[in-house]
């Protein structure tokens, strides 16, 4: 059984504006143990799909479809009951470090908090389990670190103390949402190259959100491609990069600067600007920036099954190649 | 290269910052944002300046434009040592030396339309134009920049990331510029928009030969866009090379170790690389290492590098690097390398 089912989830936001149409629809699975990459620009609703899941949408959002987490239906839930279940079997990490935690509390009483809060554990026992957990996310001094202030500590730090702080339960699902977006570069890849050597050796399934391409290579099993709420395509990680199905994928792909390749040729950016979300336009939501785009595309394309695993939402049957390493 | 237009000589910024002993005692420390820093700048050249938070690569940037006061040094733009004039005299440089910022939404005035936005400088510059003359110039700088005629009227609020990012430009070249700083103007946009803004530049760049100075903490973007790549760490330069020997044959340790640290959007590739994080973090700035900054971080470091500061030496293909082992870790990485995949395949 997958570990955690969703099905049409749709989450919209009321403002003064009108309603904001921020998840149009989704579906996923995903597996025991699996790590799972979902990839978007801003406003892609990626963030938000997470959000909804963890009942953590802000007032004005509302959330419908299905969210099951082992079978348990998550959207609906009581405050009491997701209060139990966040933190414990299902834990988050967010972009931002340092103000996700509490700059009144030490590093060290707020993990324990987690622990005698979920796990019943005496103050001791916490404490004596919070210090190994910051030694096996690489933290220096972890006896020290306990009694510091996030202040004290700088942003890699803190981002390795919220890993920490998440896996201090041994969740099943760890949402990492930007976990290396705000850190410097070197920072970035000691971080994911932690997050790689947790996941591979605990049970622990992973949902990583970001923008980065590249980041998604490294980590990753599966791929969900998300546009204007929606999924673009959904496929296994190499196919995904070898032979993109989707023209939005291969338009993100194309639009990195490859530092492997040595041309200074012209970037292939994707021209236009995303869709207003409140205003969405009728058919497929790329069909407006899209190379390819013809007559049907005012039809909204479905998900269908392109092989095996693979989906996408495009009426085109294939596309045409790209070159490989534009033009080099 | 053809004469250089930008000269920087030896540039210096120091900021002094309250360590804090009490209400009312104070003791200062120094700060050497930018230590010591000398390039050249060709006309229509683009130099790359990367490095991460807090190594001085924006406080650089403001000193060459005179926004902050150099603690020595000379900034020579076309012969002339700018870090000399008065606020007065540098006001009427800068329609020759343009800047544009990483926030394209909070450096522009929300309640000012984009139009006004554009005329400002020339406002500014040409008191005596007249409103028509304001109003073509305008229109064809938007019309350059990607942005239709009939957005003239309308306010930035309405305009996507990577538009307000066009108005930006927009408003730097409409007087003309001969250099222009652009500090971090694509990391706040999405992929996608970053190519487009990232093609407009070198557009731009070409066609009104620019030189121009580009700063990012991501590599690639840099080593795309530049034809020559300077890299800072603690407010020092450590290597000055082309943009294609930055990539193939890089010299400085810490230029290896950014390179690495640039993940690469191909799974295989990706996850063959024999990756090594640097380890550690930026030593505190108030209290840098001596000898070799970047020491501290260094896999390569000996006792030698903590004994004196590495000069920044020039190397026959024109390339500089300040490290005193630089001939010798091309064979020092290979080894290393060899190791690890002898141990991976033992394991």
């Not at chain 2, 005629?149 to 990577?162: A, D, W």
Request: glycine letters at 8%.
């Amino acid at each position: 059984m997958a570990l955690l089912e969703i099905r049409d989830l749709v989450v919209s936001f009321d403002t003064p504006e009108g309603r904001v149409h921020a998840v149009n629809g989704l579906s996923l699975d995903l597996d025991p143990g699996q790590t799972l990459g979902i990839v978007g620009e801003s406003g892609s609703g990626k963030t938000q799909t997470a959000m909804a899941m963890m009942g953590l949408l802000a007032e004005n959002g509302r959330a419908s479809g299905s969210v099951r987490f082992r079978g348990q239906q998550l959207l609906g839930l009581s405050r009491r009951e997701m209060t139990s279940i966040r933190g414990s079997k299902i834990s988050m990490i967010f972009q931002d470090p340092v103000s996700s935690l509490n700059p009144y509390l030490s590093i060290g009483d707020q993990l324990i908090e987690v622990l005698t809060h979920h796990r019943n554990l005496k103050h001791k026992a916490a404490r004596e389990r919070a210090v190994e957990m910051l030694q096996q996310v690489g933290l220096s001094d972890p006896r020290q670190r306990m009694r510091q202030y996030p202040h004290q500590l700088s942003g890699g730090m803190c981002q390795r103390v919220m890993i920490a702080m998440g896996l201090l339960c041994q969740p099943d699902l760890l949402i990492a949402d930007e976990p290396t977006t705000a850190l410097d570069v070197t920072v970035q890849s000691q971080i994911n190259t932690l997050m790689g050597e947790l996941s591979e050796q605990s049970s622990t399934a992973i949902m990583l959100i970001t923008h980065d391409l590249g980041v998604v290579a490294g980590l990753c099993d599966k791929v969900l491609v998300m546009y204007a709420g929606e999924v673009m395509e959904s496929a296994d990680i190499e196919p995904l990069f070898e032979d993109p199905a989707h023209p939005y994928t291969q338009g993100l792909l194309e639009s990195v600067p490859r530092m492997d390749r040595s041309d200074s040729g012209i970037l292939k950016a994707i021209p236009g600007n995303p869709p207003d979300l409140i205003d969405l336009p009728p058919g497929c939501p790329f069909r407006q920036r899209c190379p390819y785009a013809f007559d049907r595309c005012i039809e909204h394309p479905e998900l269908r099954p392109v092989d095996g695993q693979r989906q996408k939402r495009c009426h085109l049957e294939a596309l045409p190649k790209i070159m490989n390493g534009q033009g080099s | 290269m053809r004469a250089p237009v930008l000269k920087v000589e030896d540039l210096s910024v120091h900021f002094q910052v309250d360590a804090g002993i009490g209400l009312f005692r104070h003791d200062y420390q120094t700060i050497r944002a930018v230590d010591r820093v000398s390039f050249e700048l060709g006309p229509a050249e683009t130099l790359g300046i990367v490095g991460e938070s807090g190594c001085g690569k924006s406080t650089l940037a403001r000193a060459i434009l005179g926004l902050v006061k150099p603690a020595g040094g000379r900034v020579v733009w076309l012969g002339e040592n700018l870090a000399r004039l008065d606020a007065e005299q540098m006001r009427k440089k800068r329609s020759e030396l343009q800047l544009i910022f990483q926030d394209p939404f909070g450096s522009l005035d929300p309640r000012m339309t984009v139009g006004q936005i554009v005329a400002e400088p020339l406002k500014n510059f040409y008191p005596s134009m007249s409103r028509m003359q304001l109003r073509e110039r305008v229109a064809g700088m938007l019309k350059m920049v990607g942005l239709a005629p009939e957005q003239i009227n309308r306010y930035p609020h309405e305009f996507s990331g990577g538009q307000c990012q066009r108005i930006g430009i927009a408003r730097a070249l409409v007087v003309n510029p001969r250099l222009v700083v652009c500090d971090e103007p694509v990391s706040a946009l999405d992929v996608s928009i970053q190519a487009q803004i990232v093609n407009l530049l070198k557009e731009l760049q070409n066609k009104l030969q620019l030189a121009l100075i580009f700063i990012a903490h991501d590599l690639s973007v840099v080593q795309h866009i530049s034809d020559r790549v300077l890299v800072m760490y603690l407010g020092r330069v450590m290597e000055v090379a082309d943009r294609n020997s930055i990539y193939k044959n890089p010299a400085h340790p810490y230029t290896r170790a950014l390179i690495e640290s640039v993940p690469i959007p191909d799974p295989k590739a990706e996850r063959a690389r024999a990756r090594k994080s640097l380890g550690g973090e930026l030593p505190s700035a108030t209290n840098p290492p001596s000898g070799c900054v970047f020491r501290t971080r260094c896999p390569y470091a000996i006792d030698a590098c903590a004994a004196r500061e590495p000069p920044l030496e020039t190397l026959e293909s024109g390339n500089q690097v300040a490290c005193i082992r630089h001939q010798e870790i091309p064979a020092l990485a290979a080894e290393q390398a060899r190791a690890e995949a002898e141990a991976e395949s033992n394991s």
